[in-house]
């Protein structure tokens, strides 16, 4: 198992939940992390991305000043931090691991590990 999604639930929107990545040493040392989501009838969606050297961070319009990405190298965990949620968060998310340049990082299909997924469901 290279990655393992976790801290998943119900929440009620405004709240918040923090979603843990834990990852292999290999597949902490790729280029960047993401989380994407995906939500039922919906397309896989970017969410925010964590470059592993250096730490600079991106995200979704929709996520930016709610949502906050980060790692711990320690712990080769990666976290999304997730405030003032709403209900059109609610979706699985899944954390993944790409070796692709910067220019990338949104398209999910330029990443080749990911994790089982985690259900956040918000409710209004």
């Known amino acids: 198992v290279q990655l393992q999604a976790c801290g998943g639930g119900l929440v009620q929107a405004g709240g918040s939940l923090r979603l843990s990545c834990a990852a292999s040493?290999?597949?902490?040392?790729?280029?960047?992390m993401g989380w994407f989501r995906q939500a039922p009838g919906k397309e896989r969606e970017f969410v925010a991305a964590i470059k592993n050297r250096g730490g600079h961070t991106y995200y979704a319009d929709s996520v930016k000043g709610r949502f906050t990405i980060s790692k711990d190298a320690a712990k080769n965990t990666v976290y999304l931090q997730m405030n003032s949620l709403k209900s059109d968060d609610t979706a699985v998310y899944y954390c993944a691991s790409t070796n692709g340049p910067q220019s990338t990082y949104r398209d999910f299909t330029m990443y080749n590990y990911w994790g089982q997924g985690t259900l956040v469901t918000v409710s209004s």
């Open positions: 040493t290999r597949t902490f040392s790729s280029n960047a």
